[in-house]
Structures are given as structure tokens and as C-alpha cells.
């Protein structure tokens, strides 16, 4: 196309991609006949018509010049990779910004308009950057084209993954085009988080996530803190839920009293909500005045033990707060973004979302008083739910709250010792961008454990949150 542009100036002292692109576009030394090829091999989205396969560097410039539009771009850019084989030259000239016309500004406004098949394949191409295919995929999270991004991180892999017979998963991440469960089948998540992500998601069985944030440790055989519940993400086209479970574990009964002290604290959990959602909060450990344990943001504390020992408090939690359902949405892809390009195109970004781990706090553990007795520990607090699908089918959803433990003594009359608290119900949030089917969800606190001898009950942990949302889907 003639001669290079690096000593063209943008008249008028504005400098950006648009006074750039204009400047090349009318540099004289360019033929007329080379200009005009360009603009007709986009508009005809016929690539043969381009004077020489080089002129893909100056793409923008019709565009920014007005005299093509982003469709047009799109379209002829899907027929560059995928039918003439150019995905290189593509890719290269993305991860070339801000050095050539192919600008951040030129390629936000393209990228929601190809093709998920073209995407991926520039995604995974070796002449694109982590940090260029962190733009592309946070592009579409960002603006709201949820559905694209869901079919450009699928495009790569397994087309069905089907569960057959119980099983416990060792990964975050589940990716595939078609993930299904079959009825009477039961999917445990070993992580604290576990995140689906499909295309069409049909859970016939049941999913259980169990291992939010532990219970805090006993003295002695005084009842431990239960574990909060997990956590489960699911992100899909097409969701039907199935039975999803992140209930809170329940605290530990006391059982022996050789030891004396008091209760450990429960663990931290984490929980996202949409503003004005709040966390619930577990119940108050049962003891004599002045020794009951507090509660933690949504587990139980420990019970006391007589006059000396106070049971530990449940968990506090880090609670991340969205303006709205689409800004949490978002949010989550922009980290399953990041995990996918480490994982799949094997290079991180310079800056990454982390993964949006939820889950319920730990409950406090029991005190104890050597040769007497000892309190229950306090319940879990159950964790968090959050589901995107475009369409929602159904679901049904169980985030109960652990109950509290049972204290134990010697028999004797005058050895007061309190139950643990039980655990709060957790959080759900259902978005859909078109439709939502029936969503049942259980979100109890659970009850306090029993006390003896003037040591009082726990108290029971408050009610879960459900939250059923639509949100802004571009495409």
C-alpha cells in the first residue's frame, strides 16, 4: 500500500485513533485504486479484492474514517480466519496495539460483533498476548455479551461431559459445551468454589458443595466449630439447576471435659452480593451472662462453659458488594477470563481477576472446664449460590444453616455449660437474561444447640437471602 506513515501528523493537534487513522487514510503517496480495494474488499466481505493480503494492518482506517461499519469489519475479519487462514496476521496485529492503527478503541468496538469460532481461534492463536486476550474477553463480560463469552471460552473444548455415578471433583473450573448430571447422581466439589461453565448445563442430580470456611478448634473434646458451606457458580446459555447444596455444617456436641479453656474462633468466609443484600448473621452461643459467644457474619459461636471460659466467636467473612446484578456478573467472567487464558492459552495476564470464591464462615468451638463440663460448637453458616443463564429452567436450592452443638457435663446440677449457635441460611442469586422457571430455595438458620444445667441454648442463626434478578444481555 505504498509508503510507511510514520512521520503523518493528525491536523488540528488532536492525536488519537481516529485523527490517526484519518491521517493515514488520505496520505497521498497511497493509490486511489489501493484505497478503494480496501473499503470494497470489507464491504463486499470478499478479501481477494484487496490490492495486496498486507493491507489488513490498515483495516481501521476505513472504519474510522466512516466509510465502513463494525459489522462489515466483523464479518470481513470472520471471513480472514476463518476461511482464508489468516488468524495470525489477526492476532498479530491486535497484540501490536498501541503501535499500529489496530488500537484498543478500534478493537472494543469490533470484537462483540465476530464470531465466537473466529475468537477463539485468536485467542489461541501464538501471535496473540495474555494482556490483548484479556481485552477481548473482559470486551465482552464488560458489555454485557455474556452469551458470546460464554461460546468463545467453550469453542476449545470437550463438546458433553456427563455424570454418571458419584463423584468428587479436585478442580474450580468445569468447562465444557454440555455438562449433565444424571438423576440420582450426586457431584461433591472439593474446593471451597466449584464453577460451571457451559453452554447448556441439565443437572438431573444433585450438586453439594460442603467446605466453606472451617470451624474453629476445641480444647480437649469440648464441640468444634462447624464448617461453613461452599460455594457454586454456574454460568450458562441454558441452565437447568437441579438440586444445588451449600448448607452449613453442623457445630460438634461436646463429649468430655479433661482440659480446661476456651473456644477457638470460627474462619472467615466469603460472600458477593448486589447492594442492599446483607449477609445474615449466626446465632449467639449459649452460656452463663457475660460468657455467651458471638456470633460470627453468618456462623454460630461456641457455647461458654460455667463462669470461666467463653466459647469462641463464629467467623467474620470479607463481603464484596456490587452496584447491580450485571456488575457482579461481570465481574465473575472477568475472572473465569483470566483463569481460562492461564490455564488454556497458557499465559497470564499482567493484571488477573481472581475467582470469585464464596462461602459460609466457620462456627466457634466450645469451651470447656476440666472435670466438669464442656459447650457445643457453634453451627456453620451455610454459603453461596450465584447462576447466570440466559434462559433458567428451574432450581432448587438448599443453603441451611448448621445447627449448634449439645453441651455435656458430669452430671452435675451446678456445672452450666451452653450450646453453640446455630449457623445463618446462605445466599442465592438466580440471573437470567430472558426467562426464569420455578427457584425453591431453603435458607433456614440452623437451630442452636442444647445447653445443661443452667447453661443456656444457642441461639438460632437467621434466615438466607434469595435473590432472583434479570440482567442486560447484549448478545
Same mark, same amino acid.
Given at each position: 500500500m505504498g509508503a510507511g506513515f510514520?512521520?503523518?501528523t493528525p491536523s488540528?493537534?488532536?492525536?488519537n485513533a481516529t485523527s490517526v487513522a484519518q491521517a493515514v487514510w488520505s496520505y497521498t503517496p497511497r493509490s486511489l485504486t489501493d484505497i478503494q480495494s480496501l473499503v470494497s474488499a470489507i464491504r463486499n466481505n470478499d478479501p481477494s479484492l484487496l490490492s495486496t493480503l498486507s493491507d489488513i494492518l490498515y483495516v481501521p482506517a476505513p472504519f474510522f474514517a466512516g466509510q465502513v461499519s463494525a459489522t462489515q469489519v466483523a464479518a470481513f475479519l470472520d471471513n480472514l480466519v476463518l476461511n482464508y487462514g489468516l488468524v495470525g496476521p489477526v492476532a498479530a496485529a491486535i497484540s501490536a496495539s498501541p503501535y499500529g492503527l489496530w488500537s484498543t478503541n478500534f478493537v472494543t468496538q469490533i470484537t462483540p460483533y465476530l464470531s465466537a469460532t473466529s475468537l477463539v481461534q485468536v485467542l489461541l492463536s501464538g501471535q496473540m498476548d495474555a494482556d490483548h486476550a484479556?481485552?477481548?474477553?473482559y470486551t465482552l463480560a464488560q458489555n454485557y455479551y455474556y452469551n458470546k463469552w460464554i461460546l468463545t471460552v467453550i469453542a476449545n473444548v470437550p463438546s458433553s461431559i456427563t455424570f454418571s455415578t458419584n463423584v468428587r471433583l479436585s478442580t474450580n473450573v468445569l468447562i465444557a459445551q454440555n455438562i449433565t448430571i444424571a438423576s440420582g447422581v450426586t457431584v461433591t466439589c472439593g474446593t471451597q468454589t466449584c464453577f460451571f461453565v457451559a453452554q447448556s448445563f441439565n443437572n438431573y442430580g444433585t450438586i453439594v458443595s460442603p467446605y466453606g470456611a472451617p470451624g474453629g478448634a476445641p480444647v480437649d473434646s469440648a464441640g468444634a466449630g462447624g464448617t461453613g458451606g461452599g460455594g457454586i457458580?454456574?454460568?450458562?446459555?441454558?441452565?437447568?439447576?437441579?438440586?444445588?447444596?451449600?448448607?452449613?455444617?453442623?457445630?460438634?456436641?461436646?463429649?468430655?471435659?479433661?482440659?480446661?479453656?476456651?473456644? !477457638?474462633? #470460627?474462619?472467615?468466609?466469603i460472600f458477593y452480593?448486589?447492594?442492599?443484600?446483607?449477609?445474615?448473621? +449466626? $446465632?449467639? @452461643? /449459649?452460656?452463663?451472662s457475660g460468657y455467651a459467644s458471638l456470633p460470627g457474619y453468618n456462623s454460630g459461636g461456641g457455647g461458654g462453659s460455667d463462669g470461666n471460659y467463653s466459647g469462641g466467636p463464629g467467623g467474620g467473612a470479607t463481603v464484596n458488594s456490587f452496584s447491580s446484578p450485571n456488575a457482579m456478573v461481570t465481574y465473575i467472567l472477568q475472572g473465569l477470563s483470566d483463569w481460562w487464558i492461564t490455564a488454556t492459552v497458557g499465559r497470564p495476564p499482567t493484571y488477573v481477576t481472581p475467582l470469585a470464591f464464596m462461602y459460609g464462615s466457620g462456627g466457634g468451638a466450645g469451651a470447656v472446664t476440666s472435670g466438669y463440663q464442656a459447650a457445643g460448637g457453634g453451627g456453620g453458616?451455610?454459603?453461596?449460590?450465584?447462576?447466570?443463564?440466559?434462559?433458567?429452567?428451574?432450581?432448587?436450592?438448599?443453603?441451611?444453616?448448621?445447627? !449448634?452443638? #449439645?453441651a455435656a457435663n458430669n452430671n452435675c446440677a451446678t456445672c452450666p455449660a451452653?450450646?453453640?449457635? +446455630? $449457623?445463618? @441460611? /446462605?445466599?442465592?442469586?438466580?440471573?437470567y437474561g430472558a426467562t426464569s422457571g420455578t427457584i425453591t430455595a431453603s435458607l433456614a438458620?440452623?437451630?442452636?444447640?442444647?445447653g445443661l444445667s443452667g447453661g443456656s441454648n444457642g441461639a438460632a442463626g437467621s434466615t438466607g437471602v434469595l435473590q432472583i434478578a434479570a440482567v442486560t444481555v447484549n448478545g
Open positions: 510514520s512521520t503523518v488540528g493537534g488532536s492525536v484479556q481485552l477481548i474477553l457458580v454456574v454460568v450458562a446459555i441454558t441452565a437447568a439447576l437441579g438440586t444445588l447444596n451449600v448448607s452449613g455444617n453442623p457445630g460438634g456436641n461436646a463429649s468430655g471435659y479433661s482440659a480446661s479453656g476456651t473456644g !477457638g474462633a #470460627g474462619a472467615a468466609g452480593v448486589v447492594t442492599g443484600v446483607t449477609v445474615p448473621i +449466626g $446465632g449467639t @452461643g /449459649g452460656g452463663e453458616g451455610a454459603g453461596e449460590v450465584v447462576a447466570y443463564g440466559y434462559n433458567v429452567v428451574s432450581g432448587k436450592i438448599t443453603a441451611v444453616g448448621g445447627t !449448634g452443638g #449439645g451452653g450450646g453453640g449457635g +446455630g $449457623g445463618a @441460611g /446462605g445466599l442465592v442469586f438466580i440471573f438458620g440452623g437451630a442452636g444447640g442444647t
